[in-house]
């Protein structure tokens, strides 16, 4: 069994900065990629940013430039940077993880998910 404990979320004008951090505990034996979603009113569920063991990085077009997805690998945990925020960025934001666990096979688990505002 894997958990996933988010924090970070708030809210914010437009401009201003985020940092959202997502720590991952429970029967891990490694952690393949590392990613945030986030799913605003009335829209799917869209990938933000991911970052694999090694520190490669996939980011969506609408956050390149001002989003920056982190990971520390000792503590299991993810962050997401968010800085310049627009009023479209408002969203509920989860994290997802997708790894191997002590016992055989793979897992993938979700935050319970942090919302994030960003309004004048």
């Known amino acids: 069994q894997v958990q996933l404990v988010e924090s970070g979320g708030g809210a914010v004008q437009p401009g201003g900065s985020l940092r959202l951090s997502c720590a991952a505990s429970?029967?891990?034996?490694?952690?393949?990629?590392m990613g945030w979603y986030r799913q605003a009113p009335g829209k799917e569920r869209e990938l933000v940013a991911s970052i694999v063991s090694y520190g490669s990085t996939n980011y969506a077009d609408s956050v390149k430039g001002r989003f920056t997805i982190s990971r520390d690998n000792a503590k299991n945990t993810v962050y997401l940077q968010m800085n310049s925020l627009k009023a479209e960025d408002t969203a509920v934001y989860y994290c997802?993880?997708?790894?191997?666990?002590?016992?055989?096979?793979?897992?993938?688990?979700w935050g319970q998910g942090t919302l994030v505002t960003v309004s004048s």
């Open positions: 429970g029967s891990i034996a490694s952690i393949y990629v």
């Open positions: 997802n993880v997708y790894g191997r666990p002590r016992a055989s096979g793979t897992f993938q688990a």
